[in-house]
């Protein structure tokens, strides 16, 4: 069952001589529940791709579908409300909130989509994250491997159709970078949450389900890893 189609996107930056395209006519479709890493050089149009896919930048134009909505079809109300509650992203850089501690960071999302907080899924959540004990840090008080899943959890919260992570790993070292992959593989299967992650780690895009090769703003490759 699809999930995510692109069709025809496009994104240009500036006029004229100065006009950059970061995305060039690009369309393929995610399934539900399927894992797919993009990898492309840098300045490849990967995260301006990604931010179309999660509703943060609008593209110049084509169309995305998410569960059959076309995203930018929609008001700007509509569009936070689908930022919210469609999409889980997760950056390099973990962006999580310094005076807020780690159920505060998780559960943030929830609260700022005047939902209650599902108490059964996060403490599920913190399990699964290795984060029980450290409820009450503060960001400064973990590391960046505990920083990222609590970026994870925070993603994860209001159970998102999609999640998308724009370099989950860049910051971390080898053994923290496979601990956070294989729990967003986890996330992948017991959820069946779809899962999009660009990066530059050969083994991780290994360990998807298909990998898309992206080019000077084109899809050059689309490979299916397994089935």
Known sequence: MEILRVENLVKTYGTGA????????????????????????????KSTLLHI???????????VFM????VYAQNEEKLAIFRRR???????FYNLIPVLNVTENMTLPVLLDGREVNEER????????GLRGREKHL????????QQRVSIGRALMN?????????PTGNLDSKNSQEIVELLKFSNKKYNQTLIVITHDENIALQADRILSIEDGKIVKDEVIRL
């Open 18 to 45: 100065n006009q950059v395209t970061a995305l060039d006519h690009v369309s393929f479709s995610v399934e539900k529940g399927e894992f797919a890493a993009i990898i492309g050089p840098s300045g490849s149009g």
């Open 53 to 63: 896919l999660g509703g943060v930048d609008e593209p110049t134009s084509g169309r």
């Open 67 to 70: 569960d059959g909505q076309d």
């Open 86 to 92: 469609q999409v889980g992203l997760i950056y390099q």
């Open 122 to 129: 996060l403490q599920e959540m913190l399990e699964i994250l």
């Open 139 to 146: 960001p400064n008080q973990l590391s960046g491997g505990q």
């Open 159 to 167: 159970a998102p159709a999609v999640v998308l992570a724009d370099e």
